[in-house]
């Protein structure tokens, strides 16, 4: 049986020409030249001034927060649903994650959510454009400058998304990509860290080189630091990519507008919700499965799998999994987080690599159907078993 990939890039003879190019030619004096031109049109392309080209999106967040300075004693608040990712390098500074509720309509931050949990000790939030999704930015933005709350936006998932036609990578004080390869911008793994400031660059620059000054020559490192850097192969894909990124976000909003006119009639759940001044990016198609139909992602997501489709869970809130459940932060926040606990059950990432075609998305949305149709236990109309 032929499987059907949850995610997978779009690779063209211009990526292979970049790449080969970087490999014959990107040593010695020229070791950075893909580097560079990939940041310059990074940086533009979220309207920022400065990009840093990194091993991933994770050593962007944790640089972000390393170069604001945050650590022991500081409360960093993320979303609660969102990949670990996204709230690991908070622990990496010794700070205190604080688990925030989603928006039941944008699947992102909530600001009331937001603006309840901020406490003398809130230094930071880590706001997530999640699945392409993104936030009430100006809101959360209003909330946060009085209290000195710096916004660091997790755009891993959304580049090529605007919200009121401002791009992903352009909210926040600083903004972290991930090009790994699932995603819709891909350099096999890799990311990049946007920003305006220039002393925080400095900052991020000592602190992703073992702490040497930028343009140190002499390997006389002033501190210690982390050694995040990305290759010049890396580089060069990304670069092709971002040339193309216009085709790569019209191929995910394709595939979403397939699912769209799949599902159009079913009653059994509903993609990504459209939100009004959100151009979204759609990195992931994701079905939430109505509650009344008695079906979770536990039980839909084996069965999908079983029959060829490789879909994937909505990721867990961070409050429930093992690593966070039994700290104080963990408990509060699963008491308090109801819709990402409404939500997240019965989330499902359907495939949406950038090869899919329209005959592959028509087979999932038959697939999906057809268990729900048959595994349903509940006696919502047209959901009783056959
Ligand atoms: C929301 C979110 N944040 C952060 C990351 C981390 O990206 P990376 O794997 O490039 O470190 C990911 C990766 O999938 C993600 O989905």
């Given at each position: 049986m032929k499987r059907i990939p949850i995610a997978g890039p779009s690779i063209t003879q211009k990526e292979i020409d970049y790449v080969t190019d970087a490999v014959k030619s990107a040593w010695y004096a020229d070791a950075n030249k893909f580097h560079a031109r990939f940041e310059r049109a990074f940086a533009a392309h979220c309207g920022r001034k400065h990009a840093v080209s990194l091993p991933s999106c994770t050593s962007g967040l944790h640089l972000a927060l390393l170069a604001l300075g945050i650590g022991r004693g500081d409360e960093v608040i993320v979303p609660d649903a969102t990949w670990i990712a996204s709230v690991a390098p908070v622990v990496y500074v010794g700070a205190t994650p604080v688990f925030a509720d989603i928006d039941a309509r944008t699947w992102c931050l909530c600001p009331d959510a937001f603006e309840s949990l901020i406490t003398p000790r809130t230094k930071a939030a880590i706001v997530v454009d999640l699945y392409g999704s993104m936030p009430n930015w100006d809101r959360l933005a209003e909330i946060a400058a009085p209290h000195g709350i710096a916004l660091i936006e997790d755009a891993a998932e959304a580049v090529g998304s605007r919200w009121h036609d401002r791009p992903a990578g352009s909210f926040g004080v600083m903004s972290a990509f991930s090009f790994h390869g699932s995603k819709t911008l891909t350099t096999g793994e890799g990311g990049m860290l946007v920003l305006d400031d220039d002393g925080l660059l400095d900052r991020v620059l000592r602190q992703r080189d073992h702490g040497r000054a930028p343009g140190d020559t002499m390997f006389f490192n002033e501190e210690v630091g982390w050694k995040y850097k990305m290759s010049a192969m890396q580089a060069a894909?990304?670069?092709?990519?971002?040339?193309?990124?216009?085709?790569?976000?019209?191929?995910?909003?394709?595939?979403?507008?397939?699912?769209?006119?799949?599902?159009?009639?079913?009653?059994?759940?509903?993609?990504?919700?459209?939100?009004?001044?959100?151009?979204?990016?759609?990195?992931?198609?994701?079905?939430?499965?109505?509650?009344?139909?008695?079906?979770?992602?536990?039980?839909?997501?084996?069965?999908?799998?079983?029959?060829?489709?490789?879909?994937?869970?909505?990721?867990?809130?961070?409050?429930?999994?093992?690593?966070?459940?039994?700290?104080?932060?963990?408990?509060?926040?699963?008491?308090?987080?109801?819709?990402?606990?409404?939500?997240?059950?019965?989330?499902?990432?359907?495939?949406?690599?950038?090869?899919?075609?329209?005959a592959e998305v028509a087979q999932v949305s038959a697939t999906l159907r057809e268990i729900v149709r048959t595994s349903s236990r509940s006696t919502v109309p047209g959901f009783t078993r056959a």
């Open positions: 894909l990304g670069l092709a990519q971002l040339e193309r990124i216009d085709e790569l976000v019209a191929g995910k909003r394709r595939i979403y507008g397939w699912y769209r006119e799949e599902l159009a009639e079913w009653i059994g759940g509903s993609l990504n919700p459209d939100v009004s001044g959100l151009y979204n990016s759609y990195w992931m198609t994701t079905v939430v499965l109505r509650r009344e139909i008695g079906l979770t992602k536990e039980t839909t997501v084996p069965c999908l799998r079983e029959q060829g489709v490789d879909a994937r869970p909505f990721f867990y809130p961070l409050s429930g999994i093992p690593a966070f459940r039994d700290t104080p932060q963990g408990g509060a926040a699963r008491v308090r987080n109801v819709n990402s606990y409404l939500v997240s059950p019965y989330g499902i990432n359907l495939p949406s690599a950038l090869a899919l075609e329209r």
